[in-house]
């Protein structure tokens, strides 16, 4: 399978030459080079492509995800955040972005992140709960509260919303709002 990849690799060489301004050829390069375990060379195929195109997400994925392997949760951050700069709605990279801060516990820098995933997709409670629990850790309250309440209007059932508008409540020591909503637990 060795040939089979450095014929694959030439032919992509051969590719980039006659089309460089075409990232994809570099990016391929580098998930071959990745596939052999050759995660430096992949590494730099990746950065090549995002030479020819920062735009190409593909790659810049790539990059992060060698270093979110490595558990080196920065720099995968400082790569996707450096793709946003230039793309700053992509929503895959906003995801990858968004974990890695989750990861390494940066619950200030993530919200503006985390609020765009959101307004990119207004259904999704998984994010809606995060984004609670992160505005609890950075003790805003209010906002903690407007998100959970947001939450409960879609499910109103849910133990655990009712439990942290309870705790929330009690965080700001207005007690009938906190028992209120601990009595609607089952």
Do not use: H, W
Request: hydrophobic share 35%.
């Amino acid at each position: 399978s060795n040939d089979k990849s450095e014929e694959a690799i030439k032919i992509l060489r051969t590719c980039v030459s006659k089309a460089p301004e075409n990232p994809m050829f570099l990016y391929y390069i580098g998930k071959i080079y990745l596939l052999g375990d050759k995660k430096k060379l992949s590494d730099k195929y990746f950065k090549k492509a995002l030479k020819v195109d920062p735009l190409y997400y593909q790659a810049a994925i790539g990059r992060g995800l060698l270093r979110e392997e490595k558990e080196d949760y920065v720099g995968a951050a400082k790569i996707y955040k450096d793709y946003l700069s230039k793309d700053n709605e992509n929503i895959t990279i906003l995801n990858r972005l968004v974990q890695a801060y989750f990861i390494s516990e940066e619950f200030v820098k993530i919200v503006p992140y985390l609020e765009e995933l959101i307004r990119q997709d207004m259904d999704n409670i998984n994010l809606k709960v995060k984004l609670g629990i992160i505005y609890t850790e950075n003790k805003s309250y209010i906002k903690a509260i407007k998100v959970f309440k947001e939450i409960l209007s879609v499910a109103p059932e849910s133990d655990k919303i009712l439990y942290y508008l309870g705790a929330l409540y009690q965080q700001l020591e207005e007690y009938e709002s906190a028992i209120s909503y601990y009595s609607k637990i089952e």
